[in-house]
Each structure stands twice: as C-alpha cells, then as structure tokens.
C-alpha cells in the first residue's frame, strides 16, 4: 500500500463550488506540505504543518485553507473554486529533525483539478 | 531570496547516450539540500538523488550522477545510458537551511526539464 495517498485523484467541479483534498499518510511523519503544480512553473507551496496544532501559509495560501484532523491526515479545501486553480496538487511529508540533515519529502500521487 | 533556475524546458538525447539537466541555484544560506525529482507522464514525483551543501563527494544513485558546483552554484543532474523509461519531466529542488525550530523542510522547485529519449 501506498504511504501516501491522497483523494479524490481526479475531480472537476464548477467555479464557486466548494472542494476538499485529502491527503493520509502512513509513515508517522510530523511534516506534511500542500504543493500545487502549473505548466512552466514547478511546484509551489500552499501550505505547511509541523503538528496538528502548528499550520504555516505558504508562497500561494490566498483563496485555500487547511485542516490537520491527525498526524497523519492533511486536508485542502478551496472555499470557492475558481478556474485559475486548475491544477495538479501535491501533498508530501517528511521527517521532522532539529538539525540539518538529508531529509526527503514523499510525494502522494496527485490529485488532477480541474474548476470550469 | 531562494531561487532555482531550470533553463532547459525541453531535451532529447538518443538512448544509450548520456545526458545533463542543468540546474543553479540562488541561496545565501551555507547550509541547504538539493534534490532531483523525475515526474512521468502518470504525474508521482520520484526522488532520484540528494545532495548536502557540505557533502564533499557528488552524489551518485545508480544511473544518476549530480554535477555539484558549489562556487557556481550549480547541481547538475546526468543520467547516463539513458533509457526510454527515462522520459519525464525532471525538477531540480531546494531544501531551505535547517536549523532548530527554523526547519520548515520546505522545498523550493526549478520549472522543469521535459527529457525525451529517443531510441
């Protein structure tokens, strides 16, 4: 089984609706990131959260929120969808540490949106 | 501010050959990481290989070798004797210094290479 999954894969919805992503993982990492990915740009970070009670904005946070319901669930909502947030999104974890080492983020296997 | 630079949007390189994915970076923290993710056309991230600031050695993993220049600020992904599987896109990524409660892990990602091996 995969350890990091997220849900739904794909999804389209119309301008306005209300959308949530969900992101579980199984490798009991504190770390999980919300990245979305647009042609020629890469990917950019929506949000971050060290803890359940510790949730940080990304470079991109405007017009999303979040939801760490557990350690090991990580949720993305769009309040109000609209077509410019149509994209491929991401969630990862990691490993927390207090010094600095090697520390790779796993990737869940996207979820495609796409907002009419 | 962290920036890395992806100036290759798209490449081709014959199979068994070998190929270089050019990346810099911009940081003026002593201490990061880079990495090197591939991304096929089913769209998961795979981690190919990881380099530290003060790694004395480049990395290497299996097919996969990073061109560390650290004075240039340059991290060089070469695939040798590539493959048809090899063709995906490839990001070149930056993990910010960490240190303490500073540690965010965040990643910092190039635009991206579209490789396309030819056979």
């Known amino acids: 089984d995969a350890d990091v999954t997220q849900t739904p894969r794909n999804r389209i919805t119309k301008t306005g609706k209300r959308i949530m992503l969900e992101c579980s993982q199984t490798?009991?990492?504190?770390?999980m990131y919300w990245y979305r990915q647009d042609p020629g740009l890469g990917l950019r970070l929506i949000y971050y959260s060290f803890d359940v009670k510790d949730i940080n904005k990304g470079e991109i946070s405007d017009g999303y929120s979040v939801s760490r319901q557990a350690q090991a669930k990580f949720s993305l909502s769009l309040e109000s969808a609209i077509p410019n947030q149509t994209a491929l999104y991401f969630c990862?974890?990691?490993?927390?540490?207090?010094?600095?080492?090697?520390?790779?983020?796993?990737f869940g296997p996207g979820t495609r949106l796409t907002v009419l | 501010a962290q920036k890395i630079t992806q100036t290759q949007p798209g490449m081709f390189v014959q199979e068994k050959e070998a190929v270089t994915l050019d990346c810099t970076y911009d940081?003026?923290?002593?201490?990061?990481?880079l990495f090197w993710y591939k991304q096929p056309s089913s769209g998961e991230m795979i981690f190919l290989i990881y380099?530290?600031?003060?790694?004395?050695q480049n990395a290497t993993e299996g097919r996969y070798s990073l061109n560390f220049q650290k004075a240039r600020k340059s991290a060089n992904l070469v695939i040798s004797a590539s493959q048809l599987g090899d063709s995906a896109m490839y990001f070149c990524?930056?993990?910010?210094?960490?240190?303490?409660?500073?540690?965010?892990?965040?990643?910092?990602f190039g635009q991206g290479t579209t490789l396309q091996v030819k056979p």
């Open positions: 990862a974890t990691s490993a927390g540490t207090l010094t600095f080492s090697y520390n790779e983020q796993f």
């Open positions: 380099q530290g600031s003060y790694d004395q």
């Open positions: 490798k009991g990492h504190d770390r």
């Open positions: 990524a930056m993990r910010e210094a960490s240190y303490g409660s500073s540690n965010t892990g965040k990643l910092i």
């Open positions: 940081t003026s923290d002593p201490s990061y990481g």
